[in-house]
């Protein structure tokens, strides 16, 4: 299980536990599952996948942005 929070300069859109997340970035879509390697990349417009430890999926239209994932925890800062 990884840690995850989407935030915006608004508001936090989502919080918690995920099995999964899928993002739109610059050299294509990318996936970071639990205990992937630490990543810093720029997101492009396109769509966000989480898919919840409770297998739940959500999805989350961004303009683009920027994640940080490490030791199962991922940020991502979108526009």
């Given at each position: 299980m990884m840690y995850l929070e989407i935030i915006?300069?608004?508001?936090l859109l989502f919080a918690g536990e995920i099995k999964l997340i899928k993002l739109p970035g610059i050299s294509g879509s990318f996936e970071i599952m639990t205990n992937h390697a630490p990543i810093i990349?720029?997101?492009?417009p396109g769509k966000?996948?989480?898919?919840?430890?409770?297998d739940i999926?959500?999805?989350f239209e961004i303009n683009g942005g920027l994640v940080e994932a490490s030791n199962n925890k991922v940020k991502v800062l979108v526009d």
């Open positions: 915006t300069p608004e508001k990349s720029i997101l492009t966000i996948k989480v898919r919840e430890t409770n999926v959500s999805y």
